[in-house]
């Protein structure tokens, strides 16, 4: 998803007030979570883009929903003032945008990793450990199994993609003998 400069400006003013009083982790979370239900509930979602309903309403509703749980003043003040400036919509934005702007902070690299079947834990460890040590970076992985590949894994990491798929494989093979029988 393509975050717009809405949400970098949101994210970036949580972030500031979150490192203050060192709780930027946990605001994720909460964030997260919060970005989450919004999108899960359709009811939640239709009041909140019902164009009838005051932005006065939704962060009325915001404030009374929020009221005693656990989710930090910063949170819920942010999530207040979409509501009352309409762009209540753009939550999944922000929380990507925090993350981005955490991960740039705290050096993490993230990346996906597509496979045939489920890798198991060992072997998740090892890949990260490997690309981590080759990008010289803190890497965090997400882990997808596709169907499309017959073996083997394809990570893609910040602008780097390391393909040991058995298609890859095949096609040098190939590529090899040709060359050779030429």
């Known amino acids: 998803m393509k975050v717009n400069e809405v949400s970098r ?23 997260k979570t919060l970005s989450e239900a919004f999108s899960a509930d359709v009811t939640i979602k239709s009041y909140f883009e019902n164009p009838m ?11 009374a929903t929020l009221k005693g749980q656990t989710i930090s003043e910063e949170v819920v003040n942010t999530i207040q003032l979409l509501a009352e400036k309409n762009r209540i919509s753009l939550l999944s934005e922000v929380t990507q945008a925090f ?8 050096g993490i690299t993230r990346g ?10 060992d072997a998740k460890n090892s890949l990260e450990q490997k690309i981590s040590k080759l990008l010289n970076k ?3 992985l997400t882990y997808e199994q596709d169907p499309k590949l017959l073996g083997g894994v394809v990570a893609q990491v910040g ?5 040991d798929s058995i298609d890859t494989h095949l096609k040098k093979l190939n590529e090899e003998l040709n060359r050779r029988a030429n």
């Open 9 to 31: 400006r949101y994210a970036k003013a949580l972030l500031a007030l979150a490192k203050q009083k060192g709780i930027h982790a946990k605001a994720f979370q909460e964030l």
């Open 53 to 63: 309903v005051s932005p006065d309403q939704k962060a009325a509703a915001i404030k």
């Open 99 to 106: 993350q981005e702007l955490l991960d740039l902070e705290e």
């Open 112 to 121: 996906i990793v597509r496979s045939a079947q489920p890798l198991l834990q």
């Open 138 to 140: 803190k890497i965090v």
């Open 159 to 163: 602008g780097w993609t390391f393909d």
